[in-house]
């Protein structure tokens, strides 16, 4: 069993930064991601990252976001950098099912509560 807690959404204005942070509790020698849903939509990829920090992006936060882990603190970021409107949505801290980093959701098996970030125009 793992358990991931979410932090560091907020409001922003476009431009802006923010960190999100994810504490993670129990087995978590895995792929780690991030994914996020805005309103109306599915939930979608944004960022994973393996055990040895082997990372993956979607297109369009690449140059802009950075997923990041510290396994001693057993803890995974998403800094996040020039903020869109468009990047506005829940994000989610996801546990993948082996080390490799994954893009589909169901290569995950636990998820945390998630966090909002909205960014304004």
């Known amino acids: 069993q793992v358990q991931l807690v979410e932090s560091g959404g907020g409001l922003v204005q476009a431009g802006g930064s923010l960190r999100l942070s994810c504490a993670a509790s129990g087995r978590t020698f895995s792929n780690m991601g991030w994914f996020r849903q805005a309103p109306g939509k599915e939930r979608e990829f944004v960022a994973a990252i393996s055990w040895s920090a082997s990372t993956y992006y979607t297109d369009s936060v690449k140059g802009r976001f950075t997923i990041s882990r510290d396994n001693a603190k057993n803890t995974v970021y998403l800094q996040m950098n020039s903020l869109k409107p468009e990047d506005t949505g829940v994000y989610y801290c996801?546990?993948?099912?082996?080390?490799?980093?994954?893009?589909?959701?169901?290569?995950?098996?636990?998820w945390g509560q998630g966090t909002q970030v909205t960014v304004s125009s």
């Open positions: 996801a546990h993948g099912r082996d080390s490799a980093p994954k893009s589909r959701i169901r290569d995950y098996d636990f």
